[in-house]
């Protein structure tokens, strides 16, 4: 494969990808490079009037990106990496740079200008060689951009709305995804298709070729590399660095294709070799270094087999705290984590090096920190912070599971088992105590607020003026409603028991005051009047005759035109999504509930009167399905 002598160069380096970008990672996960992944800090704010022409704001920021991170990772693990690469990816229109859409009606706008035109998409990369001197960090900028022409066909309103509400648009440059839906969308491709995708890995590959095999005095006359030197030039590449040259040609061998990569995209290497021989077998390795089984493992298998133990890891350093206590930290040894959270040395390196082994720490010589997204998701204070939901998994739903195999046999709830009490009301089990309560209230504030933006969005809600969230606990998903929709006011209804304890999680004051609170027992009390309804999780938690019940209540107290906005996981018709499908269970062990497909909420809801049910998947935890009283 021609790519290898130019990728082998960085096989013994410490080689970080400064980019949070799935899409980039697998990029050069698939050609066997190895590789830390520390996603910049670097805002893309630079100011776009600044520069001549589009790609050379993309070069810029990916430089900025890239140094950025080389600069953290000195002063920070005082190891510094060898190479360091960013990226940034922009499309380019009608003289305007189109980056990632902040939200669905940003999506919209981007996706409308490129319609049925041709756009460019410039993906600019920085590679950083980075070497300490007397501990001062000495950096070799380099840096190139990529262009890609790519053309839209003529799209329907219709279809651009329903691409939007994929949720693919969001996290990409231009709004849209080439690898996936987003292919649908476009007509032509002129150039790398991988450069749309977000990394331009042939000019890379050009680039470190130009940069380690510069041309010498023997083949300076040769035309300056304009594609990747090919293997029968490889000798003329050689340097002399043994590493140039530990490329091995395997053939033969029953899992490499002819190009040497093992299927799961290791670069196969020789220990010792001085010189390239081919024929030569040595063990595949795989992303971490390790040899690769002879016998073909079922790695689903042995995942699943395994999956409780990595639950349990996660659930009890965060139940230690132990992401609290490394956030806003330098690196921190065990022994220094083991004395402040009061747990044996020895037992705490092992919890801590698995949770690095699983990615959720960073492990240097100097200690273990957290990474960018364990002091989003895992600290108790994260911005998104699941800390709550995990503290539940782990006292209530963990136990309610060790009985899961009753629950199958016997078809309801083990609350009896798992915690010595006859199964009541659901909810009287959980307010039984305040600390469970606050638990509970605190997993369900966590999910609502990770959720809340996507369920809010998922259909155009500003023709309503009054919305009442039945069962909306802490008004995490109220208090996002407004923000979004400035005419609305939202009642959260919910038992007095939780009302009493919502001010904990009530946000900074900006728009508190079209959010109210209002306690009483949606199957008992009156409800508030209001025009559209929020079931957000509730439904889930009740049989068919209950959930009958509510909404007889509902369309009671609903005039035409009327709403109810159902935000729940939906299971897809042919029961593939395992997501939903654990969730199921997951109602099995503790309620009298289930999650439904679209079929049966759309059943319920028409034997209620409600009618033009539309159901949105969002791609987040819950989707939506609203539907209108005729
Ligand atoms: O067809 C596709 N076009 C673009 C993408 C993805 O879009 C983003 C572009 O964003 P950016 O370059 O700013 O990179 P980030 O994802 O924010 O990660 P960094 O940490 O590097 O800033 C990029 O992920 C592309 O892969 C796509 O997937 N398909």
């Keep these: ?31 066997g490079l190895r590789f830390e992944v520390v996603p910049s800090w670097f805002k893309e704010t630079l100011e776009k009037s600044y520069f001549a022409a589009p790609y050379e704001y993309a070069v810029e920021t990916a430089k900025q990106k890239a140094l950025e991170v080389a600069n953290r990772m000195h002063v920070k693990h005082l190891r510094t990496p060898d190479v360091v690469i960013g990226a940034d990816t922009i499309v380019s229109v009608d003289e305007q740079i189109l980056e990632k859409p902040v939200d669905k009606q940003d999506a919209y706008r981007m996706l409308s200008r490129l319609n049925g035109k041709e756009h460019s998409v410039f993906t600019g990369v920085a590679i950083i060689h980075c070497s300490s001197k007397d501990n001062q960090l000495e950096m070799e900028v380099t840096d190139f951009y990529e262009e890609t022409k790519v053309k839209f066909s003529d799209l329907s309103e219709d279809l651009l709305w329903e691409y939007i509400h994929s949720g693919e648009p969001m996290d990409k440059a231009g709004g849209y995804g080439i690898q996936a839906l987003g292919g649908m969308l476009v007509e032509y491709v002129h150039g790398d298709f991988l450069n749309v995708m977000g990394f331009p890995l042939n000019h890379f590959c050009k680039k470190l070729a130009e940069l380690y095999y510069p041309p010498s005095k023997h083949n300076v006359q040769h035309k300056k590399y304009d594609s990747i030197p090919s293997v029968d030039t490889f000798e003329n590449l050689s340097d002399g660095e043994s590493e140039s040259s530990n490329f091995t040609e395997h053939k033969g061998a029953s899992n490499s294709d002819s190009s040497g990569m093992c299927s799961s995209g290791s670069i196969y290497y020789s220990e010792n070799s001085s010189s390239v021989r081919t024929g030569f077998m040595v063990p595949l390795e795989n992303q971490n270094g390790v040899p690769e089984s002879a016998t073909k493992l079922p790695s689903k298998i042995l995942e699943l087999m395994d999956g409780f133990r990595a639950s349990k890891a996660l659930f009890v350093a965060s139940k230690l705290k132990m992401f609290d206590h490394l956030k806003n930290k330098g690196p921190v040894k ?52 699941l800390h709550g939901y995990i503290i539940h998994s782990n006292d209530h739903l963990w136990p309610l599971f060790t009985y899961l195999e009753s629950a199958v046999k016997e078809g309801s709830r083990q609350n009896h088992r798992a915690f010595g009490k006859k199964a009541e009301d659901l909810f009287k089990d959980y307010y039984h105590s305040q600390e469970v309560k606050q638990r509970f209230m605190a997993a369900m504030h966590s999910i609502a607020h990770l959720t809340a933006r996507d369920v809010a969005t998922a259909f155009d809600l500003s023709r309503f003026k009054s919305a009442c969230d039945l069962g909306g606990c802490t008004g995490a998903l109220a208090h996002e409603l407004v923000q979004i929709y400035p005419n609305l006011k939202v009642t959260v209804f919910d038992l007095p028991e939780v009302i009493a304890n919502t001010s904990y999680f009530q946000p900074p004051a900006q728009h508190t005051a079209r959010v109210t609170f209002v306690s009483g027992d949606f199957f008992k009390d009156n409800l508030p009047e209001a025009d559209l309804y929020i079931l957000s999780r509730v439904l889930h938690d009740w049989s068919d005759e209950k959930i009958h019940v509510l909404l007889s209540k509902i369309s009671a107290v609903c005039k035409p035109g009327c709403e109810i906005l159902l935000a729940e996981m939906v299971l897809d018709d042919e029961k593939k999504r395992s997501t939903a499908l654990l969730q199921s269970l997951n109602m099995l062990v503790q309620t009298e509930g289930k999650e439904r497909s679209g079929s049966e909420y759309r059943a319920l809801l028409q034997q209620h009167g409600f009618t033009n049910v539309k159901i949105r998947v969002t791609g987040n935890l819950l989707d939506v399905i609203l539907c209108i009283k005729t």
């Design 1 to 31: 494969m021609v790519l290898h002598p130019v990728l082998g160069k960085l096989v013994s380096k410490r080689v970080v990808l400064a980019s949070a970008s799935p899409r980039r990672q697998e990029i050069l996960t698939n050609v």
């Design 334 to 385: 065990a022994v220094d984590i083991a004395n402040e959270v009061g747990t044996s040395v020895c037992g705490t390196e092992r919890l801590l090096d698995a949770c690095a082994a699983l990615g959720l720490l960073e492990k240097t010589p100097q200690g273990y920190s957290n990474t960018d997204s364990t002091n989003t998701y895992l600290t108790s204070d994260g911005e998104y912070s």
